[in-house]
């Protein structure tokens, strides 16, 4: 089973950017459909965005135009670029992967450990 492991999370100020990593071990990415999740303390995972592997893309209503999802087959990883953080994106981001495409549901097999990002006003 693929092993993933995020990175790039940072404290930033409202308004500013990151890039977040999730680096698939074990396995080539390109089979799977892979997605990012988000949660704070006391609530649901969130689904954030998700890429299929057939490319298929999708967002979740508030970060649509401000984060983008990428994959790079050949490094193994899959990206996350965050533009204008506000404070409502605080949370730990983890990466998932799947052999099924479930979007922004949390039904995929292996997740990684994630990455915390604190957005301060």
């Known amino acids: 089973q693929v092993l993933l492991t995020e990175s790039g999370g940072d404290s930033v100020q409202t308004g500013g950017s990151l890039r977040l990593s999730c680096k698939a071990h074990g396995d080539r990415l390109n089979r799977y459909s892979m997605a990012w999740f988000r949660q704070v303390p006391g609530k649901e995972r969130e689904g954030v965005a998700s890429m299929s592997d057939l490319g298929m893309i999708t967002y979740l209503d508030s970060v649509e135009g401000r984060f983008t999802v990428s994959r790079d087959n050949a490094q193994n990883t899959l990206y996350l670029q965050m533009d204008d953080l506000k404070p409502a994106d605080t949370a730990r981001y983890s990466c998932?992967?799947?052999?099924?495409?479930?979007?922004?549901?949390?039904?995929?097999?292996?997740w990684g450990q994630g990455t915390p990002v604190t957005v301060s006003a």
């Open positions: 998932a992967a799947g052999f099924i495409d479930y979007g922004l549901r949390p039904l995929y097999q292996a």
